[in-house]
């Protein structure tokens, strides 16, 4: 039995894909950034996070009924144009997907369900190219795109490794070779903490450190 796609909202009814589609796009990011630290030929590339899943997709929509034969008046008749379906009536649910829901106050988080996939995110982007009409002017068929992008649970968000050192007693020994910048970027994992880190610590001026200074090791606010 063939599967069909479906989209499940936080609110409202799951829609239904009404053609499976014939590919998907799935990709991943991280964030990097560079941090100039005197004294070196080269900036230091430096992890900010990860970045957002996104899952892109093209779907299919057609309401057209092509022409019946007629047994009886032994010849093939069309479908009215009255009784054809303006197919935007479907594609608009897609569209709503990016609007601010009354009873939530933002967009619903969605997840793509087909076979083993199983894409939890937020509906980012809607293009729709309508490519069927008929004599009226009603659009009748009508292909999709669609991106989602993957929200975090928010029970997972203490589970990353980066967050166990933040808010420790820890302590380093500063020597002649070590900068401020160089503990925050191996204590905290983010080179751009050093900041934090000096008022913490009252450092006045991160370029002159006496040697033998102890840095309390914490998370900035």
């Not at 009255?82 to 990016?98: P, R």
């Not at 967009?107 to 309508?130: A, H, I, R, Y």
């Not at 380093?172 to 994992?189: F, P």
């Amino acid at each position: 039995m063939l599967e069909k796609a479906v989209i499940s909202q936080e609110q409202g009814a799951d829609i239904p894909v009404m053609f499976n589609p014939s590919e998907y796009n799935l990709q991943t990011s991280v964030n990097y950034s560079t941090v100039n630290v005197p004294g070196l030929d080269s900036p230091i590339a430096q992890f900010i996070s990860g970045g957002q899943d996104s899952l892109t997709i093209q779907l299919m929509f057609s309401t057209y009924e092509p022409p019946t034969f007629d047994p009886s008046k032994q010849k093939v008749v069309p479908v009215k144009d009255s009784e054809m379906t303006d197919v935007s009536a479907l594609t608009s649910k897609l569209y709503k997907l990016t609007r601010v829901n009354s009873l939530l106050h933002r967009p619903p988080v969605c997840t793509f369900k087909w076979g083993s996939l199983q894409f939890k995110g937020v509906v980012t982007d809607v293009s729709q190219k309508f490519t069927m009409f008929l004599s009226s002017g009603k659009p009748v068929r009508a292909s999709v795109d669609v991106t989602f992008k993957s929200v975090p649970e928010s029970s997972d968000l203490g589970k990353s490794d980066v967050f166990k050192g933040f808010g420790s007693d820890k302590v380093r020994i500063v020597d002649e070779s070590t900068s401020l910048w160089q503990i925050a970027y191996e204590e905290l994992g983010d080179a751009d903490q050093w900041k934090n880190l000096a008022k913490l610590n009252n450092v006045v001026n991160p370029l002159n450190i006496v040697s033998g200074l102890k840095i309390k090791i914490s998370k900035g606010r």
